[in-house]
């Protein structure tokens, strides 16, 4: 089920969101570890923070979850998830 919106509430002090809180450590670790992303990408263009390792886009062969305490590549997502059947037309 995708729970658009859930990710603001790590990104903004929202009252009301879908999502507000209380967090658990490893969730706020995540929402200072996305607010450092979107800061580092919104000042150079670039999310890759010391905390975080973003990868550069690589044909769907990565992804990057946003899973607490902090995002995290995975490289067998179209595996796990039977892209392939989804793909084939």
Request: charged letters at 10%; hydrophobic letters at 45%.
């Amino acid at each position: 089920m995708a729970t658009h919106t859930s990710e603001l509430a790590y990104l903004f002090d929202l009252p009301g969101a879908t999502f507000s809180g209380p967090f658990s450590p490893p969730q706020a670790e995540l929402k200072a570890n996305m607010r450092a992303v979107w800061a580092a990408f919104a000042r150079g263009g670039d999310p890759l923070t010391a905390a975080v390792l973003w990868p550069s886009v690589d044909n769907g062969a990565h992804v990057m979850p946003l899973v607490p305490p902090q995002p995290q590549i995975e490289t067998d997502f179209a595996s796990r998830h039977h892209c392939s059947f989804w793909a084939a037309g």
